[in-house]
């Protein structure tokens, strides 16, 4: 088990901004300070949906070196409920996790199941998927649910309209996740949780400008941009991470919601950004294809079959130091339990050995030169720096 750091009397809650490397100024090494433990950043943060991260325990966590991972407000409240998490002692507790949780607000999944939700300016009726169960989620009642879960950052409530919605609709969502950011803050009542705001605007930079505007006068603890990867096309969002993640504040932590590939994260620190998530890695594992520095294999291909070389040549990770490609593809193809298991654990080394060696090479000054050999290597022309 890995030794983990606690954040001191003189480490105050929120972020610390350490180091922008000096060929490129954009990439930030930081800390966010929280009362279950520090997080060195730049960070990837694997998804516990639903009080787990899929396929592994805590203590593959541990050996994965994760400081943070998330909790899924939406389905922690329809199951198993607050009245278990509560009476099961919190969801650090429940799920046996000692380090910091962030949680969403629920606001992605309401939304991403409109077809069984109807939205109106106080909040969203919506129909469960489980049982078709009819609830009521607000920007309170967010807060409410994710001060009983008892996260260490919680997201404000935000409506996050589709990629392709008419300007109109995007324009209505990014000023109802305003007004909404408002009565987010005005809910909270635990001090040592933190809330972080959602900005808005769809890939419109001018509406992304507004919304950054907007949130970040109010007074909240870290910002996230919110509504990428939502369907839009990869340049799309990485162009606008590049025009809006620069011009967030400084002093706070910045959070890219939801996109999570190993070029988005070399692409995107060089934009600024400090904290990623996403569901990707592990659902890929699961799905046989797993994380190599020259792309993505497809571990149930038949050129794999008599392969005894591990994953990565050289990965120190507990897959890669036991097992061969060839019974990796066996379990796969078998739908042997383990293989989510291996190829998991993995995936997330991968993902979270990268941002090691991201931050390592901010302190050096050096990241211009891991940028453009891994997106090299994953086929991706590395990104101007910009003036």
């Known amino acids: 088990m890995t030794h983990h750091t606690w954040p001191s009397a003189l480490d105050a809650p929120g972020f610390s901004l350490l180091h922008r490397d000096g060929n490129h100024p954009e990439a930030r090494r930081g800390r966010i300070h929280t009362t279950h433990g520090t997080i060195e950043t730049p960070v990837f943060m694997p998804v516990g949906t639903q009080g787990t991260v899929k396929s592994l325990t805590p203590e593959h966590l541990h050996d994965l070196q994760a400081e943070i991972i998330l909790g899924n407000t939406y389905h922690l409240y329809l199951r198993p409920g607050l009245d278990v998490v509560a009476a099961l002692g919190g969801l650090h507790k429940m799920m046996g996790w000692d380090r910091a949780i962030l949680t969403d607000s629920g606001g992605f999944q309401v939304f991403s199941l409109r077809d069984l939700s109807k939205i109106d300016e106080d909040g969203v009726t919506f129909a469960s998927h489980l049982d078709g169960s009819r609830h009521r989620l607000s920007p309170e009642k967010s807060i409410e649910i994710q001060e009983v879960l008892g996260s260490d950052i919680m997201m404000a409530f935000d409506e996050c309209p589709p990629a392709g919605a008419p300007p109109a609709h ?13 009565r987010c803050i005005d809910a909270r009542t635990r001090p ?26 109010l007074p909240f603890d870290g910002f996230a941009l919110g509504g990428l990867s939502v369907g839009e096309s990869r340049d799309a969002t990485w162009g606008t991470v590049a025009e809006i993640a620069p011009l967030m504040p400084v002093d706070k932590g910045r959070y890219l919601m939801g996109v999570g590939t190993p070029e988005d994260l070399l692409i995107c620190v060089g934009a600024g950004i400090d904290m ?48 061969s490609r060839g019974y ?19 995936n997330l080394h991968f993902l979270t050995a990268l941002m090691g060696r991201v931050r390592e090479a901010i302190e050096g000054d050096r990241f211009r ?17 910009r003036p």
């Open 328 to 346: 990796l593809r066996h379990l796969s193809r078998a739908s042997e339990i383990l293989f989510a298991t291996l190829a998991s654990i993995h």
């Open 192 to 217: 040592d949780q933190q809330l972080f705001g959602i900005i808005q605007g769809g890939i419109d930079l001018e509406l992304r400008r507004v919304s950054l505007a907007a949130i970040t006068a």
């Open 369 to 385: 030169e891991l940028q453009i050999d891994g997106l090299k290597r994953r086929g991706i022309e590395p990104p101007p720096i």
């Open 276 to 323: 990623f998530d996403c569901v990707l890695p592990t659902r890929n594992a699961r799905n046989g294809r797993l994380f190599h520095p020259d792309g993505d294999i497809n571990i149930r291909n038949l050129i794999h079959r008599l392969d005894d070389r591990p994953i990565e040549d050289g990965c120190p990770c507990y897959t890669c130091s036991r097992f």
């Open 170 to 182: 995007i324009r209505r969502a990014m000023d109802r996740t305003a007004r909404w950011a408002r």
